[in-house]
Every structure is written in structure tokens, then in C-alpha cells.
């Protein structure tokens, strides 16, 4: 069973330019979350997302941030016109159900740096 | 709100020395789960130990023990013989079963660094 696959793993664009991660969920969770890391930094919830639906999106910033969970295919976080404050790592987690106690698996991160 | 704290911002250990990082917690949520995760040098976070707002005992999981005080709100992992490989970023986490249950809160991490 293959783990929360996140790419790309480095991603590096210029000011003004369009960033897209992609996140696969481990097989049978349908439960996606999007996590930003600044640099020496926790963890900051983002966005959740079930198929097709965004659940909670409190902590997405209002302009240029979008995210989706299509039936088929992974979730994708889109970064529009990307400014040098985007630049940090970018987790995804997932889980095959929500609650206090549910582990949410996370992948391997994608590490945006903008130039 | 939920609020994780780790007062510790790096902290050195011997090796095969016993280490407890702390990590204290707010929340008026009746359940919630607290969660420590490492984070090596290679970026990814790896889950070590879970532990259940009503769980009578305190979670282990091989030499990792999670030393759960409720009327202080405190989480705090306890890492016994400590390894070099240990050496990473350790970040507390929490998720309540009313608010946020859809979302895991950190903390600000703790670097722990192995002296050989």
C-alpha cells in the first residue's frame, strides 16, 4: 500500500508564475489536507478536501490559493501569480476518515521556492 | 481555538541519554487526540505516538512514551535511549472532536540534536 505521494518534490517558479501540487492519498482514504510550512515553522492547516468537495478551507489565504479533489485523479493546490512569501514546503496528509483520534498520513512535501 | 506550545526551542542530549520534550496544550473541546511527529533533516513527517483525551494510560510505542498529564493540559514525549538518528525537528499536534476535527493544530516544533 503505497503512502501519500506528493510531486513534485522541489518546485522552483518565478514571480508571477503559476504553482501546481498534486497530492495522491493512500489507497481507500478519501479524506485530503493541505498543510504550509515556513521555514523553521509548524505546520499550518490550509485546506480540507473530500471528493469533489471542499470541506473546510478556513486557513487558505482569500486571493491566488485554490484547491480541489476531483473524483478521479489526485488533489491539486494551485498557486496563482506566486510572490516570494509562497516560498515554504507544502504538505499534504490523508486519512480514511475524520475524528480526534484518526492519524493523518502525510507525504513527503513539495518545497516551493520562488525566485 | 486550539493552541499547541513547545516552550523548547532546540535542546542537545547525549547519547543513549533519556529525553523529554515538552508540549502543553489549550482546548475546550470534551475530546481531542494529541499527536507527536518527527521531522528529519529530509523534510518528511513521520507520525511516532498518539495519545486519546480519555485514554487511562499513557500511549507508548517502543522507546517512545508520551507522559499524558489532563489537569495541565500537557503532552509531553518522552524519548528513552537516545540515537543519533533521533536528531530532527519534533512538532506536538492536536485535534478536537468538535472544533476543527477535520484538522490537526502544531506547534512550533522542538529541534532535538544528539551528541554522540
Known amino acids: 500500500n503505497a503512502g501519500v505521494m506528493q510531486n513534485p518534490r522541489h518546485l522552483v517558479r518565478r514571480r508571477g508564475q503559476e504553482a501546481r501540487l498534486r497530492c495522491s492519498p493512500m489507497k481507500g482514504h478519501s479524506h485530503v489536507y493541505w498543510y504550509r510550512q515556513l521555514p523553521e515553522e509548524g505546520l499550518k492547516f490550509m485546506v480540507y478536501l473530500q471528493k469533489e468537495n471542499i470541506i473546510d478551507e478556513s486557513g487558505m489565504p482569500k486571493e491566488r490559493f485554490s484547491a480541489e479533489f476531483p473524483k478521479e485523479g489526485p488533489s491539486i493546490l494551485r498557486i496563482q501569480q506566486v510572490v516570494r512569501g509562497d516560498s515554504a514546503a507544502y504538505f499534504c496528509?490523508?486519512?480514511?476518515?475524520?475524528?480526534?483520534?484518526?492519524?493523518?498520513?502525510f507525504g513527503q512535501g513539495t518545497r516551493l521556492t520562488v525566485v | 481555538a486550539q493552541k499547541i506550545t513547545q516552550t523548547q526551542p532546540g535542546m542537545f542530549v547525549q547519547e543513549k541519554e533519556a529525553v523529554t520534550l515538552d508540549c502543553t496544550y489549550d482546548t475546550s473541546d470534551p475530546s481531542y487526540g494529541l499527536f507527536w511527529y518527527k521531522q528529519p533533516s529530509s523534510g518528511e513527517m513521520i507520525f511516532l505516538i498518539y495519545q486519546g483525551s480519555y485514554d487511562q494510560q499513557n500511549a507508548t510505542e517502543g522507546r517512545y512514551s508520551l507522559n499524558f498529564q489532563k489537569a495541565r493540559k500537557s503532552a509531553n514525549l518522552v524519548i528513552s535511549a537516545s540515537q543519533l538518528g533521533d536528531s530532527a525537528m519534533y512538532f506536538c499536534a492536536m485535534r478536537g472532536i468538535i472544533q476543527g476535527a477535520q484538522k490537526l493544530v502544531f506547534g512550533q516544533g522542538t529541534r532535538l540534536t544528539i551528541n554522540p
Open positions: 496528509a490523508s486519512s480514511p476518515q475524520t475524528g480526534a483520534g484518526t492519524e493523518a498520513f
